[in-house]
C-alpha cells in the first residue's frame, strides 16, 4: 500500500472507507454508504462540511493568490486575522505567530518561552512543566511533554519529561494538587521556564475536566514564583467547552496562547501562537540573535487567513455559543439513560460528551458497530466520546448518542 496513515498498525489495517464527498456533518462514501461524523474530522470541522459561505471566501481568494510566504512579504489576509485573533482572545494577547499545525504551534510556544529567559541573559530557566495525562502534538518536544501513551511509546526511551503537576481526580477538590505544586516551583523554579496546560478540560490525553478555580491557582503560583504559563487552546479554542476559548472559563491570562483545528474550520492546516506584550517585547532587539528564528514555510496561508476570518465573523453573527449550550443539554438528557456496569464515568463539557469504560476491552469492536449504524466514531483508550460540528442536526445529534446507547445496552 502507498499511502501510510496516521495512528495504525499497517500490517493488521482492515478495509478503510473512501470518502466521496462530505456535507453537513455527513460523510458519504464510494460504495454508497454513509455516516454522521460524531468527531468533526478530529474536532477541527466546526461547520461541517462543504459550508457554502466558507467555500464562497476560498474560491475567491484562489483567484487571487494562493499562497506568500511571510519571510519579507506580507498580505492583508494574514495582517487581518492577526488582528481579529487579538480582538477575539483574552486582553493582553497581543502578537501572533502563525505556522501549519498544532503541534508546531506547540513548538514555537516552547521556543518562545525558553528565548524568553534566554534573551534576558538566563540560561538556567529551560525546563518545563507538563500534566499528567497531558497530549500536546507529535512532534518531539510536544511529545516529550505529553504523559507516557501510545502516542509516543516507540520513543519514550528517548524523551525524559521534566515536571509533572497533576490533575485532581476530584474537580472541587484541589487544595493539595496547588500545593504540591507550589512545593515544586519553591524548589525548582529557577530551572523552570514555563507550564503547559489545556485549560479546563484534556482532551485526547484522557478527557480529564478540572476546575477553572485550579487554573487559576496554577497561573498565579506561576506569576509569584517567576513561571510562564502557556495555554494550549489547540482542541479547546472556538467554543468547543461552551465559551469561545477555554481561557474565558478562569479569570486569569496566560503568557501564551496556541490555537488551531477549529481555527480554520477544517479546510486548511493552519495554527497560531499568540503572546503576550511581555514575552513579545524580549525578542526585539538591535542583536539578530535576539530573533524568534522560526518560520514555517506556510504561515499565514492566504487560503488558511480568509476562512478563518470568515469562520470567526460566523461564529459570532450567529450565536455559536447557543448552538453548543444546545448541543451540551442533549448530550447531558440522553447520557442520564445510558447506564452499564461497564460505565467508570460520564462527562459532558460544551461539545464535547465522553463515557469512560472500566476496561477498553468492553469498547473493541464499537467503532465498527458504530459504523453499520452509519455513525462514525474513534474511540480512544477507554473513552467513548462525540465532538460534533456545532451545525449538527438534533436528530443527527440524537442518533449518535442512541448509537452509544445500543452498544452499552447489548
Known amino acids: 500500500m502507498s499511502i501510510w496513515y496516521p495512528y495504525t498498525q499497517m500490517q493488521t489495517l482492515g478495509k478503510v472507507p473512501i470518502v466521496s464527498k462530505g456535507k453537513g456533518s455527513i460523510l458519504y462514501f464510494e460504495d454508497g454508504t454513509k455516516a454522521i461524523d460524531a468527531i468533526s474530522s478530529w474536532w477541527a470541522c466546526i461547520h461541517g462540511y462543504s459550508y457554502k459561505p466558507l467555500n464562497r471566501v476560498l474560491k475567491k481568494q484562489v483567484d487571487t493568490f494562493s499562497h506568500v510566504m511571510l519571510g519579507g512579504l506580507t498580505h492583508q489576509p494574514a495582517l487581518q486575522l492577526a488582528e481579529k485573533l487579538v480582538e477575539i482572545t483574552p486582553k493582553g494577547l497581543n502578537h501572533v505567530f502563525f505556522s501549519d499545525s498544532g503541534s508546531v504551534a506547540v513548538e514555537v510556544a516552547l521556543k518562545m518561552a525558553i528565548q524568553y529567559w534566554s534573551n534576558q541573559g538566563n540560561k538556567d530557566k529551560v525546563k518545563l512543566i507538563s500534566c499528567k495525562n497531558s497530549y500536546h502534538g507529535d512532534t518531539f518536544k510536544a511529545m516529550q ?4 501513551s501510545d502516542f509516543k511509546v516507540a520513543f519514550s526511551y528517548l524523551l525524559e519529561k521534566d515536571f509533572v503537576v497533576e490533575i485532581p481526580e476530584n474537580p472541587d477538590d484541589y487544595s493539595q494538587a496547588l500545593q504540591n505544586f507550589e512545593n515544586l516551583l519553591i524548589t525548582h523554579s529557577s530551572t523552570i ?7 479546563i478540560i484534556q482532551c485526547a490525553g484522557g478527557f480529564k475536566v478540572y476546575s477553572s478555580e485550579y487554573l487559576d491557582g496554577l497561573n498565579k503560583l506561576c506569576v509569584k514564583y517567576n513561571v510562564l504559563t502557556i495555554y494550549d487552546e489547540v482542541a479547546t479554542g472556538f467554543g468547543r467547552t461552551g465559551k469561545l476559548f477555554g481561557t474565558n472559563h478562569a479569570k486569569r491570562v496566560p503568557d501564551i496562547m496556541v490555537l488551531g483545528k477549529g481555527l480554520t474550520a477544517g479546510y486548511i492546516g493552519h495554527a497560531a501562537t499568540i503572546a ?46 447557543t448552538k453548543i449550550n444546545n448541543i451540551e443539554n442533549t448530550i447531558k438528557k440522553i447520557f442520564e439513560t445510558i447506564q452499564s456496569e461497564e460505565i467508570l464515568d460520564k462527562r459532558v463539557l460544551g461539545a464535547v460528551g465522553i463515557i469512560e469504560v472500566k476496561n477498553k476491552k468492553s469498547i473493541v469492536g464499537f467503532k465498527e458497530f458504530a459504523m453499520e449504524n452509519q455513525v462514525f466514531i474513534r474511540p480512544i483508550g477507554k473513552m467513548v466520546y462525540l465532538m460534533p460540528s456545532y451545525r449538527i442536526k438534533k436528530k443527527e445529534l440524537v442518533k449518535i448518542l442512541v448509537v452509544m446507547k445500543r452498544w452499552f445496552e447489548k
Do not use: R
Open 145 to 148: 511533554l505529553s504523559d507516557d
Open 193 to 199: 521556564a514555563a507550564l503547559i496546560i489545556e485549560p
Open 276 to 321: 503576550s506584550t511581555k514575552i513579545y517585547q524580549q525578542f526585539k532587539s538591535k542583536e539578530h540573535d535576539k530573533a524568534l528564528m522560526h518560520g514555517p514555510t506556510f504561515m499565514g496561508n492566504p487560503l488558511a487567513c480568509v476562512v478563518a476570518l470568515k469562520s470567526i465573523e460566523i461564529f459570532q453573527k450567529k450565536d455559536y455559543l
